[in-house]
């Protein structure tokens, strides 16, 4: 018998059953296609970089999950073997008109709010901007490679002695007493006295989970570049997007959209051409790159845009899900949240802002 199921082999999946492993649990998780293969996979992996005010309710969540990400990333490398390229290098926020750069320097001039740069010193930085920039701000922050994170986790997850299963696609919960039981797929049931709900944005297709979780899929569409030539070495983010993120191999990723399309996964005429055409203007010496991919994702957008984590209204039953565009940046803190509820211990952070009973009926 399983003591813990994890349904969903996302990121925040397979970091949830690695560390519920690692705290002695018996963890079967089980994901509906292929380990972080899905938002996951689509990423773009921005970590740190924010221009929100401080009493955004997922401000505390991002400030303890920046602390965690060097000490996390450094030990799913030396659990998988595998280097997630967690990198600091630096995010810039860019302003094209008076309106932008007058926010930013509103932000500059917070406690700990960053580095303004004028039209000289943000050229200074990144040579290949576009000439409309009228600067910038600096602030700290990076990204990490999610496909090699994903990848980092599944296997250290494994070596946890976390049992995978793919292309299981569990259907529901199944309940006791008032308690989670375990879970139902086409075929079989599973025993389970510890469920956490990690599914993204097919959270709210999977029956009997109490509240219902209200997250919808949203589209993202993405592409990635071969920068060789160009060299932005900094993460890009301007409002509204696009975003721009520099990997190790000389790849610089581009993104993204946010449509409510269902789970429709195309690439449209009219998507790729809004990010080409911004790209450009930011970046003009973009467009000599050779495209090196596009693909889409589905972000697991909630009503009210904050994550669910914690207990759900069954002794049990846990929730892990709806990061939405947020992405990765906050799974190290959203995990550490999410094993001091199971636990019963002092939190990292007010659990209150994440509790999915706040959608209860």
Not at 65 to 80: D, G, I, Y
Not at 296 to 303: K, M, W
Request: charged content about 20%.
């Amino acid at each position: 018998m399983a003591d813990a199921i994890v349904v969903g082999g996302g990121v925040m999946g397979l970091a949830a059953a690695r560390e519920l492993a690692r705290r002695g649990r018996v963890v079967t998780l089980l994901e509906r296609a292929q380990p972080g293969r899905a938002a996951s996979w689509a990423s773009a992996g921005i970590i740190g970089a924010t221009t929100r005010e401080e009493s955004d309710p997922s401000s505390s969540l991002r400030r303890v999950s920046n602390a965690l990400w060097p000490a996390f990333a450094e030990a799913v490398h030396a659990e998988s073997g595998l280097d997630p390229e967690y990198r600091q290098m630096g995010c810039l926020h860019l302003a094209s008109n008076a309106g932008e750069l007058a926010q930013l320097r509103r932000v500059a001039a917070r406690p700990a709010g960053g580095e303004l740069l004028d039209h000289k010193a943000l050229h200074a930085l990144e040579p290949a901007l576009g000439p409309n920039l009228l600067g910038g701000l600096l602030v700290p922050g990076g990204n990490v490679e999610n496909r090699r994170l994903c990848r980092a986790l599944e296997i250290a997850a494994r070596r946890a002695g976390v049992r995978i299963e793919s292309g299981v696609e569990v259907q529901s919960i199944t309940t006791a007493s008032g308690r989670v039981s375990g879970v139902a797929t086409a075929d079989r049931r599973l025993p389970g006295d510890l469920i956490v709900l990690a599914a993204g944005a097919w959270s709210a297709t999977i029956r009997d989970v109490r509240p219902t979780p209200p997250i919808a899929p949203q589209r993202g569409q993405i592409f990635a570049l071969d920068q060789s030539s160009v060299g932005v070495a900094h993460v890009l983010l301007t409002p509204g997007d696009p975003y721009f993120v520099p990997r190790c191999d000389g790849r610089l990723v581009i993104g993204a959209t946010r449509e409510e399309a269902g789970w429709d996964p195309s690439l449209t005429a009219g998507g790729v051409a809004w990010l080409l055409n911004r790209a450009l203007d930011v970046v003009p010496a973009l467009k000599d790159c050779p495209i090196a991919e596009l693909w889409t994702g589905f972000r697991p957008a909630s009503a009210d845009g904050r994550p669910l984590i914690g207990r759900g209204e069954y002794d049990g039953l846990y929730f892990l899900t709806g990061h939405g565009p947020s992405g990765i940046a906050p799974l190290p803190g959203s995990v550490a949240l999410l094993m001091a509820l199971i636990d019963g211990a002092g939190p990292p952070l007010s659990p209150a802002p994440f509790d999915p009973l706040r959608f209860r009926a």
